[in-house]
């Protein structure tokens, strides 16, 4: 399938597999990587990279250069999440409620196979950022590093990532132009009405009669306000109200999400969604409070960036392997805030087992499929390769 040779010896290759399993084993979750990065901190220095510690919290940089030319950052992702892993492997979780359910353990094998490969490659000329970054999941370790001054202290022209696909099949590549994956918001609204006996409605103002209205006429903004060629998940999660059988409640609290893939849908959506409450407001006599709350903005891949990303990629996987105008997700990455400050690429490789059931990520049964540690650390070098040439 490939067109080349695995460029990595198979020392490395044995070594990619061991780091996957011991940071399987040892999961952290945000900010608190604080193993994961001594891990990755001393196999860096061990490729002879110049090492910065606590950029972001636990965040690493290593940086390999050798002389001038273009400086790239690559990005891996380092953190778990809290879940309970139920997959039976020999190396799962030893951490209780905590699991690598998202594949960032083998994300980081793969940036340190790579990060070793290259440091003795002749193949190619400039300065490598390697970008090890805390708290992907939900709480934004990116955006942490890019506050904390990633692209002051470590300029790039370009940042790259990647991300396993469980759901895509095996030795294939996708990504887009464009907004690859979605905003991701959220918001909080509290109905409030009146309190009264379930036996005398007419003594005061039922929220929960408010509440399913607008639950009802919040899907108007999907199927009505929204054009059908745009996308937008608006989903109502929570609804919280009530103790008893003969109380009307005094509130009703409802909790939600709300993925775009545009700055104009987003904006419309929001706005739609205070003008719905404010009309159900004054229907129903309740008084309704919204609450956004912004998330992760938009995965913006730049076409020059994409076009690298697709060659790289077809010297691993062949051309015919790659889609290079897949359609978006609505999921969000916080690898969106560095994609924010400088042109890049995020991409994702497909990695379903053949004829096998491949759990999702943030599956309790997910594992990350070691046969993508070669592809992965791979892709890696032939980008550096050709975006950065000796
Ligand atoms: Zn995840
Ligand atoms: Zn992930």
Known sequence: MANVESPLSPELLRSMRAWRH????????????????????????????????????????????????????????????????????????????????????????????????LAADPGWRGTLHLIF????????????????????????????????????????????VGTVMANCDTYEITVTGKGCHAAQPEHGVDPVVAAAQLVTAMQTIVSRNVKPTDALALSITQIHAGDTWNVVPNSVLLRGSCRTLTAATRELAERRLR?????????????????????????VNTAAQVDLAARAAARVVGADKVDAACTPRMGSEDFAYMLEQRPGAYVFFGAARPDADNPPVHNPYYDFNDDILPLGAQYWVELVKIAMPA
Do not use: W
């Open 22 to 117: 011991d940071l399987h084993a040892h999961p952290e979750t945000a900010f608190c990587e604080f193993r994961t990065s001594d891990l990755v901190a001393r196999e860096l220095e061990r490729a002879g990279a110049r090492v910065h510690r606590g950029l972001g919290g636990t965040g690493v940089v290593g940086t390999l250069a050798r002389g001038d030319g273009p400086v790239i950052g690559l990005r891996a992702d380092m953190d778990a999440l809290d879940m309970q892993e139920l997959s039976g492997a020999a190396h799962r979780s030893t951490i209780p409620g905590k699991m690598h359910g998202c594949g960032h353990d083998g994300h980081t094998a793969m940036l340190l196979g790579a990060a070793h490969h």
């Open 133 to 176: 970054q805390p708290a992907e999941e939900h709480a934004g370790g990116g955006l942490a590093m890019v506050k904390d001054g990633l692209f002051d202290q470590f300029p790039c022209d370009a940042v790259y990532a990647l991300h396993n696909s469980p759901n895509l099949p095996f030795g294939t590549m996708a990504t887009r």
């Open 275 to 299: 003008e719905v409450c404010a009309g159900v407001a004054l229907t129903s006599g309740a008084s309704i409070d919204v609450q956004m709350f912004r998330g992760y903005p938009a995965c």
